[in-house]
């Protein structure tokens, strides 16, 4: 049973663009809601969070959206650059600080 | 500046062989995963401890072993090695309570002939 769903898997966006990434979980205990960026030969590294009790957070070119009824969440990369292509991850934790991760989101931002 | 760090970071084993993947970690962190990442697969939680003493078994734990002696070193093992190990693994900390951002390393990549 696959806990936490990610969507798409790959994505090719030109530069400016938005890129959406989308997730979804089962788990309503989960209460922090991360994105980590991976490049390649790289770690993953944290990028955006969120905790269930704020429907929206931005940072910078970088926005999660929250919906807890529907149990969705969502990350935005407004006027992507070419450097932002990267493998993302959205994962959920629960209280105990464990990571569920989605499958991966192969981002290509064409020049 | 604190960090985690790896080693191996390549490595090619054969079939039946034991092989042990080193993780260090100078946060002083409580907490420290090991993941698997596959293709389509993700990160996938092999094992984990809380602390000193303390280990547990993740998704994909079968064939893995993992010793909390110390509060930086979490070693992973892999008993008998199979091909279906092949993999890059990473490891990872975190302070735990209200914090549960990961810190990882960057990837030991296994490869068993």
């Known amino acids: 049973q696959q806990q936490v769903k990610q969507s798409p898997q790959s994505l090719i966006v030109q530069k400016g663009g938005i890129s959406i990434i989308n997730c979804a979980y089962e788990?309503?205990?989960?209460?922090?809601f991360p994105w980590y960026q991976q490049f390649p030969g790289k770690g993953p590294a944290l990028l955006i969070a969120i905790r269930p009790d704020v429907s929206e957070k931005k940072e910078g070119r970088f926005t999660i959206s929250f919906n807890k009824s529907a149990k969705q969440f969502s990350l935005h990369i407004m006027d992507s650059q070419p450097g932002d292509s990267a493998t993302y991850f959205c994962a959920a934790n629960t209280n105990a600080g464990k990571s569920t991760f989605g499958d991966g989101t192969t981002l290509t931002v064409k020049p | 500046d604190a960090e985690i760090t790896q080693s191996p970071r390549h490595k090619i084993t054969e079939t039946g062989r034991q092989v042990t993947l080193a993780c260090h970690q100078t946060w002083n962190h409580n907490n420290m995963f090991w993941y698997r990442q596959d293709l389509g697969h993700g990160l996938r939680l092999i094992h984990y401890s809380y602390g000193v003493q303390d280990t547990n078994k993740g998704e994909v734990s079968d064939g893995y072993s993992v010793s909390r002696s110390n509060t930086e070193d979490l070693p992973l093992t892999l008993e008998s090695a199979a091909s279906s190990q092949t993999s890059v693994y990473f490891c990872?900390?975190?302070?735990?309570?209200?914090?549960?951002?990961?810190?990882f390393g960057e990837g030991s990549r296994l490869t068993v002939l």
């Open positions: 990872a900390s975190s302070a735990g309570g209200l914090s549960g951002e990961l810190f």
């Open positions: 788990n309503t205990a989960f209460d922090y």
